[in-house]
C-alpha cells in the first residue's frame, strides 16, 4: 500500500497540520524549558531551606555549650565558692568531721544556696562539688551513687569520672559524652570545670546538663512540614547511637541503633564522622529522604535534619500535572480553531478550483 505524500493530502489536512506545527511546538518548548527552570528553583529551595535550618540548630546547640562554660568558668572564680570549697576540703580531710555532717552544716548554707540557684537559674539537672582527689563535698540531689569518692566509687569507669580528669588534667570546662546512669531517666550529660584559687585548683565543680534544653532543638519542627525532623546520634565502637527521640519514635534515643555501614541512614554515619553535606540519603524509617548533616563538636554528635523526598518536591508532581492538564486544554483548543481556520481557508480555494 503507498502512503500518500503530504502533498498529496487534502489542502485543509496540509493547513491544520502547519497550523498546529507553528503554534504547538513552540508552546511546547517554552513549557519545558519554564517547567525545568521552576523544578531547579525547587530543588533548590528545599536545599537551601534544609542547610539554614541546619546550620541554625548547631549554631545553637554550640551556643548554649559556649554559655554553659562561661557560667561555669564564672562560678568557679567566685570568691565565696573558693572560700567554702578550701573550707570544706580541709575539715574533711583534717577527720574532724564526716562528709554527711560537712554536708548538713550550718557553715555552709550559703555555699549550698549560691550552687543551687545557679543551677535552678540555668538550666541544669544537679551539682556535684568534689576535691581534687576526686572526694564528694557536696551535690543537690542524691539521684545516682557515685560513692564518698568518684574515681574509687561504682562510677570510676564512667563518663563523668572521665571529664572529671580531662578537666582537672586541662583546666578548663569539659564537656562529657552521653551516657546511661542508674537512677536517671534517659542519658545525661556532665560539665566539669576547676574551681581556682589564683593559679592553684582547690576543687572542681560537675553540672549535669538539662536534657529538656537540648531535646527543644531537636523537638522544633518548624519549617521541615509534616515529616521533617532532626536527629542526633553519637558513635560507640561500629555503631550510631541515637541520643535523642525522633518525630517516628519517641523511645528512640538509646534504643535505636544502626551499624556503620548499613544502607539506612547513610547520612547520619557521614555527620558522625565529621562530614557536613546535602543529599538524598535513606532514613533510619528506610524512607527516601533530602537531608543535610553536619558534626557537633562540642557535644562529638552527628546531625541530620531531613524531609521525606515525597513532601519535599511534592510541589513539583502539582506542577507536572498542572502543565500536562495545561498543554492537553491548549492542544484541544489549538487543534479546534486550526480545523476551523483550514476549512475555513481551504473551502474557498476548492470553490474557485471547481
Known amino acids: ?103 548538713a552544716c550550718d557553715e555552709f548554707d550559703s555555699l549550698r544556696q549560691v550552687l543551687s540557684s545557679f543551677t535552678l537559674t540555668y538550666g541544669y539537672q544537679n551539682y556535684y562539688l568534689l576535691d581534687t582527689d576526686g572526694t564528694l563535698l557536696l551535690r543537690m540531689r542524691k539521684d545516682i551513687d557515685i560513692g564518698s569518692n568518684l574515681l574509687e566509687g561504682p562510677l570510676k569507669e564512667s563518663e563523668l569520672a572521665k571529664v572529671f580528669q580531662r578537666s582537672l588534667m586541662l583546666l578548663q570546662a569539659e564537656l562529657s559524652d552521653f551516657r546511661l546512669y542508674d537512677g536517671l531517666d534517659g542519658g545525661a550529660l556532665f560539665m566539669a570545670h576547676p574551681v581556682f584559687d589564683g593559679g592553684k585548683t582547690v576543687g572542681m565543680l560537675v553540672m549535669q546538663l538539662g536534657n529538656q534544653q537540648l531535646f527543644r532543638v531537636f523537638s522544633d519542627y518548624h519549617g521541615l512540614g509534616r515529616t521533617g525532623e532532626t536527629l542526633s546520634a553519637m558513635r560507640q565502637g561500629d555503631e550510631l547511637i541515637f541520643v535523642a527521640p525522633t518525630r517516628h519514635d519517641a523511645n528512640a534515643a538509646f534504643r535505636r541503633k544502626i551499624k556503620l555501614g548499613d544502607v539506612d541512614a547513610s547520612a547520619m554515619q557521614k555527620a558522625v564522622q565529621g562530614n557536613r553535606g546535602y543529599g538524598a540519603a535513606t532514613d533510619y524509617r528506610g524512607e527516601e529522604v533530602m537531608a543535610a548533616w553536619s558534626y557537633l563538636p562540642s557535644f562529638r554528635w552527628g546531625m541530620l535534619v531531613k524531609q521525606d523526598r515525597s513532601e519535599a518536591f511534592s510541589m513539583i508532581n502539582q506542577q507536572r500535572k498542572a502543565v500536562a492538564g495545561l498543554l492537553v486544554a491548549c492542544g484541544l483548543a489549538v487543534v479546534g480553531i486550526a480545523w476551523a481556520v483550514a476549512r475555513s481557508i481551504a473551502s474557498p480555494i476548492r470553490t474557485a478550483a471547481a
Open 1 to 103: 500500500m503507498k502512503i500518500p505524500r503530504l502533498s498529496d493530502a487534502r489542502i485543509t489536512t496540509r493547513l491544520l497540520f502547519w497550523f498546529l506545527a507553528i503554534s504547538l511546538v513552540p508552546s511546547l518548548l517554552l513549557t519545558i524549558l519554564t517547567n525545568w527552570i521552576s523544578i531547579d528553583s525547587i530543588q533548590e529551595a528545599v536545599r537551601h531551606q534544609l542547610l539554614a535550618i541546619s546550620e541554625a540548630k548547631a549554631n545553637e546547640l554550640e551556643s548554649y555549650i559556649r554559655e554553659r562554660r562561661g557560667d561555669m568558668s564564672i562560678l568557679g572564680r567566685s570568691p565565696s565558692v573558693i572560700r567554702d570549697t578550701v573550707t570544706l576540703a580541709n575539715l574533711l580531710h583534717a577527720g574532724e568531721k564526716r562528709i554527711e555532717q560537712l554536708a
